[in-house]
């Protein structure tokens, strides 16, 4: 499929852009990091979310479903009093699929479950 290749070929950019944001969230000192962020990185990864919706790519991955080996792949295993065994414990890398390919699974820690339970 044409248009799961084209995907394929932006998931490396649009990760970088994802890390971008996810790093201006957590850190609040660095002012200067924040107004570029802000300016340039924010606008480009919405612009490339927005081609992805144009292709029919669609994120998979999402925290508290259930793990399926089928769209997810489990980087590890943690205790979690919250999530259920078994499920989504924390997403490191959204997948996509366009259509009913799988371009990249999601990247994921799958919960334990309560150790003490």
């Not at 995907?7 to 201006?24: K, S």
């Not at 009093?81 to 996509?96: M, T």
Request: aromatic share 6%; charged share 30%; proline share 5%.
């Amino acid at each position: 499929n044409e248009r799961a290749n084209v995907v394929d070929q932006l998931l490396g950019a649009t990760d970088n852009f994802d890390r971008a944001v996810q790093f201006r969230k957590s850190k609040t000192e660095a002012d200067g990091v924040q107004k570029i962020v802000d300016r340039y990185v924010g606008p480009v990864a919405e612009a490339v979310d927005e081609a992805f919706n144009e292709l029919g790519a669609v994120k998979v991955g999402e925290v508290g479903v259930p793990f399926d080996p089928a769209i997810h792949e489990a980087a590890m295993t943690a205790p979690d009093d919250d999530v259920p065994a078994d499920h989504v414990q924390k997403v490191f890398q959204c997948g996509f699929k366009v259509g009913d390919r799988l371009v990249r699974p999601a990247t994921v820690v799958v919960s334990e479950g309560n150790e003490f339970a």
